[in-house]
């Protein structure tokens, strides 16, 4: 029967897309293989397809400088499709079958959390480039995201001082997982510091992918008619959509009460009709509209990548904080293997401490020597009409990172690896 | 050509959220005719608004605010919406659009360099500008205007504002923004030196029962940490914790009739999403797992139709939602008919291989839109008659995408009911759910109407993905939010029964909302789902169930 037979292959070709077993490796000698382990499918895949791309235009571009070591880089190219556990098996695979000499990827801390075991136990090598919770220091973690001290902190300080409306009051919204519950206690913790009592601060939870905020922009409309209100939002991604949209309609402008996020970035608001949310404000340490010549070159690789890739919207692809960090890992680690004249682990862990890199983000930024987390400058940037960031907001230079935040109780003892 | 402050072009340089407000005022204003002429600004004031520091800023925002000059308030206005200019130190320019600029310095027009940088304001400048411009505003010609300054000027505590909240009250007739006036003036006067007059403010502010005061009022009425009052008057506290009272008690209304409206808004969205899933699943009995991705093919159809309305439409941008509507039913409803022939017909009779089927086609479906699209979202916008909302009972706001969604979604089932006891399709749909054996004995082209069946559920999940367009996300991954809600409304209003979806999916949204201020989201849901698990447990055919024997 021939429905049968098309029925079947149908079958066939999703049962190899669902198990992501799609690696885009090809044969060849003296090469050296690179990791990359991000969901390219399932709710993940809208934050993650782009670390891939920016991940792959940045192996290209080292390849087309001469490779390293006089090797060129081959991308290994896995999809763990926002599957926590299926994270830990693709990264088995790529250290264990592929043999890959280093693996860039994870987004969530769940992600990250749950191939951690893998890598300690086959002495892998991972890159993580996203902003997290901290509370966490691996010898084979490098990470080139912000540690809380880089982000969430220095954004609550300026919302406290007088150009970002003095806030007498806090809303600490979130989506229910580990980085914004962490979070949150970390800056409860710092905002009774600053003498705001337990009674000015609310936090409040939502699942993930909830969309419906009508119940919450009331409550926050409730709690600002008692002063100065500002609002610290960790929700997830793209949840922030329908939670913007909510509070545009409801009248609440950045004005009357402030909203700073830390996972909004252009990449999240390019999926969003951002004339409401003028005037909020997100923090990061990199932002598309910083002005320099490194960042400039930058974007301008990444739009010549996209558009000669063809990636989907290539006529309006944006670059954001991991993405740069994505960018600025894979440089640092290329120059470690350099230092160190191998691949080997263990050297290449012992070269990356003191490396530094020429980043978009507008300083010469380090490698700390011990904790291997960057130095980061922090900016912070409103809402624009057109979805880009104005600059409100920056530390003097880098900022290094304290993964073990003073202002969790038993932290004092806990500072090295 | 002249310019004055309010002539309908520089009015379209009002933000975005205010459009409506600014079509309203366009609408007032005669156009042309401004009583002071404007001159040109003090060049010092002009250099510290170029000034890159915001102290500067902020002196030379407070001069223009003092200023009596129309080009003054013009600037502000200006400054506040993004398009004050500036060129060099000396020159700022007002972007008239056109590549044209008005050089504020000399008050003429001429062609905006191309080094001319927008200066930005952030929100301590965004306040003080407001704050600036509340005395000009206050006498503009446009009612709307005149009152968004007086209920602006509601929560200021600054004496300055007093002198010219009695002009301004002596000058206005419209009475509701007198009403929005004395609510202004009555804040301040409770700073008054005049015990009388302080305790009069007071039972003015409990009047308006606005939450915004009750802080306020508190402070007055109750003694501070240690013992003493702020307020030595003791008439003027009770009377203060008299209007707490009454603020109270009214707020205490407006959150239940908050609640109840928020929880018929989520009903309605549930609603809409089930409503396709309760005539394939619950009259065809077809558990469809693709039914999540036909919601997510009407909202992309949204997302396309407003991108061919912004090419070739522009002037018709406000509209698009109304032609997606039959585009995306068309489109949902091949797609659904499609799959019924070559996929779902085959599998009548098997729930468990077409559980299978279906999970695999939303596989594939989401995988083709995130190939086709990408995986990020795409921005849909919405129209401006669907932005912004309004406030009712003093507190509670009604948004408008939300009440046309809630009207929308009657509208549907309207539509269904109409469709199924109402025309020939219906009655064969229905022939077929009680007894598909005899309906074909009869002469019902049952593998026909299978067909229009589905397509007709799918084409409604198209409609209900354009309303979600426009409440939240869309992206390859919007079906996977909502597919668990729908069948969780279908299973627990009865399958096979229209009534019991609609009461389902406003009874789940209206208990849902009440139980979330008390509990938190993530509770609440968690509840919504045991409530459900124990329904089910007691009466398994869920709420409404077709009676009789025909039910196989």
Known sequence: ?417 | MPTSAHSPLFLLYVPFRAFIFALVVMWMTPGAAQAAPAEPLDPAIIARLADSRTEAKLAAIAALGQSANPLASQTLEALLAGVLNVVAPDTVLIDTGAGRGLNVASHTEQIMPPEAQPIMVNNRLRRAIQSALAGSRLFSESVATRLAAARGLQNSTDLEHLPLLEKALKNEAQADVRRALEVAEANLALQSPDADVRRDAAVRLGQTRSAAFRSTLVRIAEPRPDGTYAETDESVRAAAASAVRMIENHQQIVALTGHLYFGLSLGSVLLLAALGLAITFGLMGVINMAHGELLMIGAYTTWLTQTLFRQWFPEWMNWYVVAALPAAFLITACVGMVLERTVIRWLYGRPLETLLATWGISLILMQTVRTLFGAQNVEVSNPVWMSGGFTVLGGLVLTYNRLIIIVFSLFVVALVWVLLNRTRLGLFIRAITQNRRMADCVGVPTGRVDMLAFGLGSGIAGLAGVALSQLGNVGPDLGRAYIVDSFMVVVLGGVGQLAGTVIAAFGLGTINKFIEPYSGAVLAKIMILVLIVLVVQRRPQGLFAPRGRSVE
């Open chain 1, 1 to 417: 029967m021939k429905r049968r037979l098309v029925l079947k292959q149908m079958t066939a070709a999703s049962v190899l897309a669902l198990s992501g077993w799609m690696p885009l490796a090809y044969s060849a000698q003296d090469t050296i293989k690179v990791g990359i382990l991000h969901s390219l499918s399932g709710t993940m895949a809208i934050s993650e397809t782009s670390l891939k791309d920016v991940a792959l235009m940045t192996i290209d571009e080292i390849n087309a400088s001469g490779g390293v070591n006089g090797k060129m880089l081959e991308a290994v190219v896995v999809d763990p499709a926002s599957d926590w556990p299926m994270f830990a098996e693709r990264a088995r695979h790529l250290l264990a079958q592929e043999k890959v000499a280093v693996v860039f990827g994870c987004w969530t801390s769940v992600s990250r959390k749950s191939v951690l075991p893998v890598f300690k136990e086959l002495n892998g090598l991972l890159f993580y480039p996203v902003q997290y919770e901290g509370e966490e220091l691996e010898r084979n973690v490098f990470y080139t995201g912000a540690a809380p001290n880089q982000q969430a902190i220095p954004a609550v300080e300026y919302l406290l001082s007088e150009d970002g409306g003095a806030a007498k009051r806090f809303v600490l919204l979130g989506t229910d997982y580990v980085y914004p519950r962490t979070t949150n206690k970390i800056l409860r913790a710092f905002l009774n510091s600053k003498g705001i009592p337990d009674t000015d601060i609310d936090e409040v939870y939502t699942p993930f992918g909830h969309s419906d905020y009508q119940t919450i922009v009331a409550n926050i409309k409730r709690f600002s008619a008692g002063g100065r209100t500002a609002v610290v939002s960790t929700i997830n991604g793209d949840s922030n959509v329908p939670f913007y949209k909510e509070l545009g309609n409801a009248g609440l402008s950045a004005t009357d009460v402030p909203v700073v996020a830390f996972s909004v970035g252009e990449e999240e608001l390019r999926g969003v009709d951002a004339k409401p949310l003028v005037g909020h404000l997100a923090a990061w340490n990199y932002f598309q509209s910083i002005k320099n010549p490194v960042n400039a070159a930058f974007i301008e690789k990444w739009k010549a990548y996209a558009k000669a890739k063809n990636l989907p919207n290539a006529a309006t692809v944006v670059t954001n904080d991991p993405m740069e960090a994505t960018y600025v890992g894979m440089h640092m680690w290329k120059q470690a293997v350099e230092q160190a004249k191998t691949t080997d682990v263990d050297k290449v862990i012992e070269a990356m401490g003191g490396q530094t890199f020429a980043a978009p983000d507008g300083f010469t930024i380090q490698m700390d020597a011990t904790n291997h987390h960057l130095h980061k400058p922090v900016y912070i940037g409103e809402i624009q009409a057109d979805g880009q960031f104005n600059v409100v907001w920056k530390t003097d230079g880098p900022v290094r990172a304290q993964p073990w935040s003073p202002y969790i109780a038993g932290n004092e003892s806990k500072q090295g690896l």
